[in-house]
T-cell receptor
């Protein structure tokens, strides 16, 4: 149980393109979803927290107009990197939480490469 | 400022022996701690957790110990198996203020040799 699916796993695109990443909880309802970013040899850094039907809460230093998060249902959240540039190249990973005080379950991540 | 620290980037042990992975934290508000295991090209998989009201939690071969006074936790794997070879992340959160965001360490790569 507790499967989280994230798509796509890999994206390579030109600078200026907007990229959408989907995160789905397949066998449970996720009241909260989290989006992380990881640079090489660094820890996972939380970008934003989203609850179904409400606006995402962004961490300090994360541009909300750059990283659009939509959490339209209890099983789906999307992250859109708008007008991506090479510095946005990174590993993005989502997690989903069924209820408070339950572990977060992670997707397999998306490797984003902007040329 | 790294609030969760895993000071050993790697650890190598022999199959059948004990693996001990360590984690230190600086934020005294953390009250929930988790260990995740990550294989290459996959997302982290939840392994075991511990609440700050406990000092030990055991699940099969995996035991997590929490020393609040030292702000230190450790994950013991015994006996270690080659399939345990992965990167292990320590994470911490604070339920205070209603936020459950996790703060991760940088991970320790465990290699279990046959």
């Amino acid at each position: 149980g507790a499967v989280v699916s994230q798509h796509p796993s890999r994206v390579i695109c030109k600078s200026g393109t907007s990229v959408k990443i989907e995160c789905r909880s397949l066998d449970f309802q996720a009241t909260t979803m989290f989006w992380y970013r990881q640079f090489p040899k660094q820890s996972l850094m939380l970008m934003a927290t989203s609850n179904e039907g409400s606006k995402a809460t962004y961490e300090q230093g994360v541009e909300k107009d750059k990283f659009l998060i939509n959490h339209a249902s209890l099983t789906l959240s999307t992250l859109t990197v708008t007008s991506a540039h090479p510095e946005d190249s990174s590993f993005y990973i989502c997690s989903a939480q069924g209820s408070f005080n339950q572990p977060q379950h992670f997707g397999d991540g998306t490797r984003l490469s902007i040329l | 400022d790294q609030q969760v620290k895993q000071n050993s980037p790697s650890l190598s042990v022999q199959e059948g022996r004990i693996s001990i992975l360590n984690c230190d934290y600086t934020n005294s508000m953390f009250d929930y701690f988790l260990w995740y295991k990550k294989y290459p090209a996959e997302g982290p998989t939840f392994l075991i957790s511990i609440s700050s009201i406990k000092d030990k939690n055991e699940d099969g071969r995996f035991t997590v110990f929490l020393n609040k006074s030292a702000k230190h936790l450790s994950l013991h794997i015994v006996p270690s198996q080659p399939g345990d070879s992965a990167v292990y992340f320590c994470a911490a959160s604070s339920a205070q203020g209603g936020s459950e965001k996790l703060v991760f360490g940088k991970g320790t790569k465990l290699t279990v040799n046959p």
